[in-house]
């Protein structure tokens, strides 16, 4: 009557659990470049293009711009962006990396291959990665 109250049966725990050890990893990689993981997601998006609006970072990385908002504000106080107001729309708030960003894009190079090889250490072949990334985004699109 009660299994589906058993931790080992909750399937949001496992998901859970993997995206911690995961960022985990991620953590001494990390520190050669003096980013947290959340950094490093947001200098992901503007190193594939740069000069975004918050909006338009947040909804690539599925968050709210108010959660978005004071990432970037600590990252601009790092010398890592740059917020500037939108020329046709002075509401708007673009992000653009410094010099020092960019810099990093170069250090970060290997971080990838590096994490592969680490979920590859754990039995699961990289052919394996593009069906797995398949299935957990269509997970993410059924629940946003």
Do not use: H
């Amino acid at each position: 009557m009660y299994d589906a109250l058993k931790l080992e049966n909750q399937l949001c725990f496992r998901f859970y659990t993997v995206s911690r050890l995961i960022t985990q990893a991620y953590g001494p990689l990390l520190d050669r470049l003096g980013v947290t993981y959340p950094q490093y997601l947001v200098l992901l998006v503007l190193w594939e293009k740069d000069a975004q609006p918050v909006n338009d970072i947040a909804k690539r990385l599925v968050l709210e711009t108010n959660t978005v908002t004071p990432l970037l504000k600590r990252m601009e106080a790092e010398g890592l962006v740059r917020r500037t107001r939108g020329t046709e729309d002075a509401r708007q708030v673009i992000v653009s990396l410094t010099e020092k960003g960019s810099r990093l894009r170069e250090t970060a190079k290997d971080i990838p291959d590096q994490m592969g090889s680490t979920i590859t250490c754990c039995n699961i072949p990289s052919e394996q990665f593009p069906q797995l990334a398949a299935t957990l985004d269509s997970l993410i699109q059924a629940l946003k």
